[in-house]
């Protein structure tokens, strides 16, 4: 199942009209793009839970067969939560094991490694999981002896972070640098990859809003259930914020040995300068405009003489009559455009 009905706050104002799954990564929708790393492990039946502008998401992904999956629409009245999704998508997931993922995270991470911790533990849930070492703000998972014991808040940065190369205080025994050692090693998150046995049903209370982390995984914990925590390697980017989406955009351009990804009937001028850029459908940059690390909404001109540089762009009217969400950056007209400015 992939989980899907969030509202792309923070990735407003590319979510003003469509949801989040429905908005293109490299020229695929976002929860296509996952659909297909899926299928790449044998998923061939796949649920997505839908909310906020569902049909954008439907039109966008159609059955699924062009991702080689066969996709099943379910549908939330109320947002349920990451746990309450799963009870109400429960008719398509029961039978069996089964995979949930986050609709929102680039990765090749080995699926196949964690179906053999999986089974190899013999656990009611396995959850990949991988170092964060720059303490960015996933919060921590605590293990012991490859299992999951709870979960803690955001990650602290502490001196030993600070510098790689500070000197460690003369006459230091062995003991003293492996036990600071372990007190400095990097924290471990949560990928948003977990493998489940049907049997979780027992822990989801039914027909209401609940979250794995906090109301269900606990609860397991507690009665002796085994969640097996696989710490994974490979490539990893979750793109929940428009900083995220551009970088993991120009991560996986730079790998392909690219500067820029564009949609269907965009345009960019002979005279026109564009680098780093993401460009999304029927966006046209005139002669002599500049754009430069920034990401094109559907429909966006700009104009001859114009320079987009760390911002993220969609049409003004767009915006007209719309709140900005509180999660959301601020942003302001330009012409016909609406402009979000990124900080560096």
Same mark, same amino acid.
């Given at each position: 199942?992939?989980?899907?009905?969030?509202?792309?706050?923070?990735? %407003?104002?590319?979510?003003?009209?469509?949801?989040?799954? $429905?908005?293109?990564?490299?020229?695929?929708?976002?929860?296509?793009?996952?659909?297909?790393?899926?299928?790449?492990?044998?998923?061939?039946?796949?649920?997505?839970?839908?909310?906020?502008?569902?049909?954008?998401?439907?039109?966008?992904?159609?059955?699924?067969?062009?991702?080689?999956?066969?996709?099943?629409?379910?549908?939330?009245?109320?947002?349920? /939560?990451?746990?309450? $999704?799963?009870?109400?998508?429960?008719? %398509?997931?029961?039978?069996?094991?089964?995979?949930?993922? =986050?609709?929102?995270?680039?990765?090749?991470?080995?699926? =196949?490694?964690?179906?053999?911790?999986?089974?190899?533990?013999?656990?009611?849930?396995?959850?990949?999981?991988?170092?964060?070492?720059?303490?960015?703000?996933?919060?921590?998972? =605590?293990?012991?002896?490859?299992?999951?014991?709870?979960? /803690?808040?955001?990650?602290?940065?502490?001196?030993?972070?600070?510098?790689?190369?500070?000197?460690?205080?003369?006459?230091?025994?062995?003991?003293?640098?492996?036990?600071?050692?372990?007190? =400095?090693?990097?924290?471990?998150?949560?990928?948003?990859?977990?493998?489940?046995?049907?049997?979780?049903?027992?822990?989801?209370?039914?027909?209401?809003?609940?979250?794995?982390?906090?109301? +269900?995984?606990?609860?397991?914990?507690?009665?002796?259930? +085994?969640?097996?925590?696989?710490? &994974?390697?490979?490539? %990893?980017?979750?793109?929940?914020?428009?900083?995220?989406?551009?970088?993991?955009?120009?991560?996986?351009?730079?790998?392909?040995?690219?500067?820029?990804?564009?949609?269907?009937?965009?345009?960019?001028?002979?005279?026109?300068?564009?680098?780093?850029?993401?460009? %999304?459908?029927?966006?046209?940059?005139?002669? /002599? &405009?500049?754009?430069?690390? &920034?990401?094109?909404?559907?429909?966006?001109?700009?104009?001859?003489?114009?320079?987009?540089?760390?911002?993220?762009?969609?049409?003004?009217?767009?915006?007209?009559?719309?709140?900005?969400?509180?999660?959301?950056?601020?942003?302001?007209?330009?012409?016909?455009?609406?402009?979000?400015?990124?900080?560096?």
């Amino acid at each position: 199942m992939i989980l899907a009905a969030g509202y792309g706050t923070r990735l %407003w104002p590319l979510t003003i009209d469509r949801a989040k799954p $429905a908005i293109p990564f490299m020229n695929r929708p976002l929860v296509g793009y996952v659909a297909e790393y899926l299928a790449g492990y044998g998923c061939r039946e796949i649920a997505v839970n839908l909310h906020h502008r569902a049909d954008s998401v439907r039109s966008a992904l159609g059955d699924g067969s062009r991702f080689g999956v066969k996709l099943h629409y379910v549908e939330e009245t109320e947002i349920l /939560g990451t746990s309450g $999704a799963l009870d109400n998508a429960r008719e %398509w997931l029961e039978d069996d094991t089964f995979v949930v993922i =986050n609709g929102k995270i680039v990765t090749d991470i080995d699926l =196949n490694q964690a179906f053999e911790t999986h089974r190899r533990r013999n656990a009611l849930a396995t959850l990949v999981l991988r170092p964060n070492p720059q303490r960015e703000r996933f919060s921590v998972v =605590n293990t012991h002896d490859g299992h999951v014991t709870g979960f /803690g808040g955001m990650p602290t940065i502490n001196n030993a972070d600070a510098s790689d190369n500070a000197e460690e205080p003369s006459g230091s025994s062995q003991l003293e640098k492996m036990n600071a050692s372990h007190a =400095n090693a990097a924290p471990l998150m949560f990928t948003g990859i977990q493998i489940l046995e049907p049997r979780i049903f027992n822990y989801i209370p039914p027909k209401i809003f609940s979250h794995t982390t906090t109301d +269900v995984y606990p609860q397991a914990i507690s009665r002796g259930e +085994v969640i097996a925590a696989h710490v &994974a390697d490979g490539s %990893w980017h979750e793109l929940s914020t428009l900083e995220r989406y551009l970088e993991t955009h120009l991560a996986v351009l730079k790998k392909e040995g690219q500067r820029i990804v564009k949609g269907e009937n965009s345009i960019i001028e002979a005279n026109a300068h564009v680098e780093d850029a993401v460009l %999304w459908e029927n966006v046209l940059v005139e002669d /002599g &405009a500049r754009v430069r690390r &920034a990401v094109l909404g559907e429909g966006v001109c700009v104009r001859k003489g114009e320079e987009i540089e760390d911002a993220i762009v969609v049409r003004a009217r767009l915006v007209e009559g719309e709140e900005r969400p509180t999660k959301a950056l601020r942003g302001e007209v330009s012409g016909g455009n609406f402009v979000v400015p990124l900080t560096r």
